[in-house]
């Protein structure tokens, strides 16, 4: 059994959530915001990590313009520990970073990677799914994947094939699939050889950092020199600006030998669009799904919510609602994933207030 005070997590909050516009803005984008329950997503994150992970163990990586909040919205993790990258160069050169810091207190540690705004419905399976991941990613240079048990042929997730397995529930991973067509995420279900790939990992910090200089050597250096010039804001953001911008699927995972995936089912959803609060409920009797001052007359299959003003339907199916102080979202719910096209008009337009 690992240690458990040499498990830190790392949780990357820089997403602008732009897909759930209303609500979500460039100033507070949705990781900052109560989207599923009365907590905000990234206090969510960080309270079902607990007792695996406590709070003064936990870095969140994310930009300049969302580090204090996140240092208001978490009190419990260290102010030093909310790491600001000075612009975004996805997830690899994030968790770098965060495993050149926490190699620097902690060299022997075992860290966990995930998202700020993930919902998960059963904690504790998920830490029981973290704990499994965590004795194997300590019990050599593993570098770990938790993959979801898929319920449905989803086409927005990228999917994990088990190789042989190394014991009850851990494979090794024999490739990782990006998103696929229908017909082919229908294939991946019914083989049962496939897992949702959730984005969350774990390995022990010398491991990431093994694999770092072997397979983006470019990248580890400058993450070094970054790290050095930390103290010196220009220098650093000079050094930072210099990564390549690459996911750490595609910089390390799908080239290195040596990654397993832990499978487990503890209620996952990517909360990736207004979508997925139609998926968690709760819904009425007509399958509406409703927040704030609402009557949903006659109607079925909608998501409505409202700050402050009441909303009213009569005869209507399959709409988002979604009504703010200054802004009004009305989409069909099959259209969700272009909700980003009302930013790129808001852009166009110069309309920044609504931004």
């Known amino acids: 059994m690992t240690d458990a005070s040499s498990v830190h997590a790392v949780i990357l909050a820089g997403g602008k959530g ?53 240092r208001e919205q978490l009190p419990g993790v ?15 050169p994030a968790i770098g970073l965060a495993a050149e810091l926490i190699a620097r207190v902690d060299p022997q540690a ?13 904690p504790d399976r998920f830490r029981d799914v973290l704990s499994r991941a965590i004795d194997l990613a300590a019990s050599g240079d593993w570098l770990v994947t938790i993959g979801i048990e898929p319920n449905a042929p989803e086409t927005g997730y990228g999917y994990v094939e088990r190789g042989e397995e190394i014991d009850a529930g851990r494979y090794r991973v024999r490739r990782f699939t990006e998103k696929p067509d229908r017909t082919r995420a229908e294939e991946f279900v019914r083989s049962g050889g496939y897992l949702w790939n959730a984005g969350i990992f774990v390995w022990r910090v010398r491991a990431i950092r093994d694999a770092l200089r072997r397979l983006m050597p470019e990248t580890a ?33 799908e080239k290195a ?27 009425d009797a007509g399958g509406n799904v409703v927040r704030g001052r609402v009557l949903a007359l006659s109607s079925r299959g ?29 989409c069909s719910a099959d259209r969700v994933q272009d909700v980003k096209q009302v930013i790129d008009e808001l852009q166009r337009r110069g309309w920044k207030e609504h931004l």
Not at 78 to 92: K, S
Not at 263 to 273: E, H, L, Q, R, T
Request: charged fraction near 25%.
């Open 18 to 70: 732009t897909r759930f516009w209303p609500k979500s803005r460039a100033h507070r984008p949705k990781q900052l915001l109560p989207i599923v329950g009365d907590r905000t997503m990234v206090q969510e994150t960080v309270e079902r990590l607990a007792p695996l992970v406590s709070p003064d163990r936990v870095w969140v990586v994310t930009g300049a313009d969302h580090a204090e909040q996140l």
């Open 78 to 92: 260290p102010a030093a520990q909310v790491v600001v990258e000075p612009l975004g160069r996805n997830t690899a």
């Open 110 to 122: 075992t860290m966990i990677v995930l998202p700020a705004d993930h919902h998960i419905r059963y």
């Open 221 to 253: 250096a400058r993450l070094g020199e970054a790290v050095a010039a930390r103290g010196d804001r220009a220098r650093f953001a000079a050094a930072y600006q210099a990564i390549e911008d690459r996911s750490i699927d595609y910089g390390i995972l």
């Open 257 to 283: 030998d040596n990654v397993a995936v832990v499978a487990g089912d503890f209620g996952w959803d990517d909360i990736g669009s207004w979508s997925a609060l139609l998926r968690l409920g709760p819904a």
């Open 302 to 330: 909608n998501l409505v919510a409202s700050e402050k003003r009441l909303i009213a339907l009569v005869g209507v199916e399959g709409l988002v609602v979604i009504d703010t102080e200054d802004a009004v979202l009305v």
